[in-house]
């Protein structure tokens, strides 16, 4: 009679490739990473956006400041308005400075962040604000935004000029009503032209604001999506595999059980505990016992183990079989004594069953 006995081994150091953890999860590991690069890109991408609008807004309040401390400066010819307009016009001068840096055949990046700083923007916004101007400049809404931009720094090169003309001839000595009438006449001239285009450029802004992010949010979507699919088509792969491999176990299973059916050799299978987990017809005819009704009794509500003085056996079967007594040969031929007393002699042979985990 053949006893099977079920040992766990002793726990084993874990590696990836038992039972091949990354093999298994490295598709949804990178769909993950590439969902968290994709949406790192798109708040850098709206925190440039922001950036623009921000420094559009600065720019607009610091042209109509100098449109107005010039006008002051003109009438009263006091010399802290026209330190106030020179204040307020640094600020629309910082955007004219990074435009032309970065339109250089080599961009300087160092003119670009101080024309950023000049400008009000917060030094932090600078690296986004060069990297939209550089990749953007060739789409549609960028392009327009940046003519406009040209048309607004023009006007205010002209105001410039003017600002300085005035100075000069303040300068110089008494003015007269005419020539600061002129002067009037010249500075409302600049902001009749300059305004339509600040508001032009501010409105370029704002579409290009709304077009990336809807773009944003459909690459997103769409992205999203396809991962999606691809993770299930990952799944139902695993699935799959899984499903073969438990036909072709059920299979082998099968031909097991109706290879050990079909021996003539009494086996019994016990669990680490001792408890019965499968007897084949042999071992249930040679101790009147159904499987179906041993299973999960301990092997002792069947028999008892006789050593060659008819005496009761001390050691378990499980230690005999893990410290390798029951290894086959006549060595292991005892008697085994049923429950109605009556004994029979076997050839009892032990194997031990690893199971992992």
Request: some cysteine; charged content about 20%.
């Amino acid at each position: 009679m053949q006893a099977c006995g079920e040992v766990k081994p002793m726990n084993q150091p874990w590696t990836f490739s038992k039972p091949r953890l990354l093999g298994i999860v490295w598709p949804f590991i990178a769909v993950a990473l590439f969902q968290a690069l994709l949406g790192c890109v798109s708040l850098y991408t709206m925190s440039a956006v922001r950036s623009y609008v921000a420094g559009e807004s600065l720019w607009s309040k610091g042209q109509k400041d100098a449109i107005h401390y010039l006008s002051l400066y003109a009438i009263t010819h006091d010399e802290r308005d026209y330190l106030k307009y020179q204040n307020a016009f640094s600020v629309p001068q910082g955007g004219h400075a990074l435009r032309k840096a970065l339109d250089q055949p080599i961009p300087s990046m160092a003119d670009a962040r101080a024309g950023i700083i000049q400008g009000g923007n917060h030094p932090d916004d600078a690296n986004g604000i060069i990297w939209m101007y550089l990749n953007f400049h060739n789409f549609s809404f960028m392009k327009q935004a940046i003519h406009f931009w040209e048309v607004g720094d023009g006007y205010l090169m002209q105001l410039n000029e003017l600002a300085r003309n005035i100075h000069d001839r303040v300068g110089e000595g008494e003015v007269t009503d005419a020539e600061v009438n002129q002067w009037r006449v010249q500075i409302n001239v600049i902001n009749e032209g300059v305004t339509p285009a600040a508001r032009a450029f501010s409105d370029a802004l704002g579409e290009g604001s709304r077009f990336i992010l809807n773009l944003l949010i459909a690459v997103n979507l769409v992205t999203a999506v396809l991962l999606i699919l691809l993770a299930l088509l990952r799944v139902r792969r695993l699935i799959v595999q899984r499903r073969v491999f438990a036909d072709a176990l059920q299979l082998e299973k099968e031909r097991a059980q109706i290879t050990l059916e079909s021996i003539g050799d009494g086996v019994i299978t016990i669990d680490v505990a001792g408890a019965i987990v499968y007897m084949n017809p042999a071992a249930e005819g040679l101790t009147h016992w159904k499987s179906t009704q041993a299973s999960g009794l301990p092997l002792t509500a069947l028999f008892n183990l006789l050593d060659e003085n008819d005496q009761k056996d001390t050691s378990t079967l499980v230690e005999q079989i893990v410290t390798g007594k029951l290894k086959g040969g006549s060595a292991n031929s005892k008697l085994i004594q049923r429950l109605d007393g009556s004994t029979v002699s076997v050839a009892l042979v032990g194997t031990p069953i690893y199971n992992e985990g």
